[in-house]
């Protein structure tokens, strides 16, 4: 059964939780990812595991609130507390199944950009890639999450931290990464896909959003399910009431949510 009381955070996590398959190894990221494993290892993937830049590995939820990946109750009862090299070698090796990432801008074929972006006549830099770019290039997919804001949609991206698809149509078959790409993309109004030829396209809309509201936000036109024989654009299942209780479980002061 759905609640019906939540918010559109709490909404980004279940459905990013539902992106990850029972058995997968995923490598987490900060903020929305780090709730989302946790709920999915306590549902439907109890088979998964995690593997977090600072070099920790999980099968199991933390033993209390994490705000960042290095706290204590994430690295208490850890399958291993390793080193940051030790991780990023298990994706040169292919062991990861899904990468978590977020973005500042993206485009139609899910590059994404966290490095500098334009304000006017004046340039603003971020964070930059940290170990974004090598989870985009070498997960076997990808899962990104970002607010639903017409300013991060854009035809091409200012800078190219994290690649996702080029725009020859061609997916990832001729591009120099191995990973498999992007798989999906979760707002706080909708989710989307990726076609056969890497671009973005409407999968889902969120509970209160409708497919117009959603759509006017990018400057292109984005493809639906429809428009590639994927079905029809439907509505997003909400939370169940159990992964809602997880949810505020792992974020008891709603912190990230």
Same mark, same amino acid.
């Given at each position: ?16 939780? +539902? ?41 199991? /939820? ?5 705000? *960042? ?7 208490? +009862? ?14 040169? +090796? ?8 977020? &973005? ?15 304000? &006017? ?25 970002? /607010?639903?804001?017409? +300013? ?25 990464? /191995? ?27 969120? /509970? ?15 493809? *639906? ?9 439907? *509505? ?20 990230? *949510?």
């Amino acid at each position: 059964m759905a609640s019906e009381d939540y918010t559109d955070r709490e909404l980004m996590v279940a459905a990013a939780a +539902r992106e990850i398959d029972d058995g997968d190894t995923a490598f987490v990221g900060m903020r929305l990812p780090l709730i989302a494993f946790q709920v999915a290892v306590s549902t439907h993937a109890p088979n998964a595991m995690a593997v977090y830049e600072s070099g920790v590995v999980r099968d199991a /939820p933390a033993d209390g609130f994490i705000q *960042t990946m290095c706290d204590l109750p994430n690295l208490n +009862r850890a399958v291993a507390t390793t080193s940051m090299i030790d991780v990023m070698s298990r994706l040169q +090796r292919g062991d990861i199944d899904v990468g978590f990432l977020g &973005g500042a801008e993206i485009d139609r074929y899910g590059n994404l950009n966290t490095t500098r972006v334009a304000a &006017g006549d004046r340039e603003i830099r971020l964070p930059g890639s940290g170990g974004a770019c090598d989870i985009a290039c070498m997960a076997d997919r990808t899962v990104l999450l970002m /607010p639903h804001e017409s +300013r991060r949609f854009v035809e091409e991206v200012n800078y190219v931290t994290s690649p996702g698809y080029p725009a020859d149509g061609n997916g990832r078959d001729d591009h120099p990464a /191995p990973g498999g790409g992007p798989s999906a993309l979760v707002t706080s109004k909708a989710t989307f896909g990726f076609d056969e030829r890497g671009e973005l396209y409407l999968r889902t809309v969120h /509970p209160g959003a409708d497919v117009v509201d959603v759509l006017e936000a990018f400057p292109w036109e984005v493809q *639906t399910a429809d428009d590639i024989g994927e079905g029809t654009v439907e *509505t997003t299942s909400e939370p169940t009431d159990e992964e809602l209780e997880l949810v505020r479980t792992f974020d008891p002061d709603g912190f990230r *949510t």
